[in-house]
């Protein structure tokens, strides 16, 4: 029985996906989905940030590899990271503040705003530094837009 | 002076994304990178292996949703999450094992099975349960493959 032989393999897969993933178990998995999330726009940001700062030299090809992870990634569908009942006070370990639910469509449009901006940046990153510190600004507006809108301050 | 405006917001906004972020401010940042994306193709895949199992009711948007994240999710450039000098051993955290660097285009190529495997159930997650089960034998067999060759056993 092919399905059942396949079924059986993709559980054990998906296990060992899974698995692999869970470094901080005691956490919501939603709540680790969003962090996680949020991680990766980070680290392809911090890429185009150093090097929008001098802080690292120029790089092409990195750098439109870090632009394009970015836009792919913020562009994704992020609502089962944010599912009801998840809000600070309600899980442990999340900033994320109960206004999001009762404003889901501003929320919605501030991550497309993001998605939007990281596009821009794709579309320019690989050309030189210049443009890179062109479109740096409205990706990190974006950014503070939405957490100062819905994060809640440390 | 606009440019230096936007710089300074975007370093800004960089930083605020960093922070956010940063929930596990040990981890090496690469790292804690290559969890986050284990951490959200297991999420994806999670909402996909419960109806697969029958643990959860088939919800076809639902279904696509998950498929297509993991798709995109699974097709971005994973190359600066796994800088040399990153294996266990190296630094903390990690199960990954030197010999992803010894056999990097193998290593790619395990990846791009994964990719190839959830583009085909991002073709059909919405159609029907029966389409979501048959399509994930190939990507839990494309999770195995890469931990049995790439990952330290726990």
Redesign the interface.
């Given at each position: 029985m092919p399905?059942a032989?396949?079924?059986i393999?993709?559980?054990?897969?998906?296990a060992?996906?899974?698995?692999?993933?869970?470094?901080?178990e005691n956490e919501n998995?939603?709540v680790?989905?969003r962090?996680?999330?949020?991680?990766?726009?980070?680290?392809?940001?911090?890429?185009l940030?150093r090097m929008?700062?001098g802080q690292a030299e120029y790089d092409a090809e990195?750098a439109q590899?870090?632009a394009?992870?970015l836009a792919?990634?913020a562009?994704?569908?992020w609502?089962?990271?944010f599912p009801e009942g998840t809000a600070v006070g309600e899980v442990e370990?999340t900033?994320a503040l109960p206004a999001i639910w009762t404003n889901m469509a501003d929320f919605e449009a501030k991550q497309q705003a993001l998605a939007d901006a990281a596009k821009a940046m794709a579309g320019v990153a690989g050309t030189d530094l210049a443009s890179v510190?062109?479109a740096?600004?409205?990706?990190?507006?974006?950014?503070?837009a939405c957490?100062k809108a819905y994060?809640q301050p440390?």
């Open positions: 399905f032989r396949h079924l393999l993709a559980m054990l897969g998906g060992l996906c899974a698995t692999a993933a869970i470094a901080h998995p939603a680790e989905a962090h996680s999330q949020m991680h990766l726009h980070a680290f392809n940001l911090g890429i940030g929008a700062q990195l590899v870090a394009d992870n792919v990634i562009g994704t569908d609502h089962a990271y370990d900033r510190q062109g740096m600004g409205a990706v990190g507006e974006t950014c503070s957490h994060r440390d």
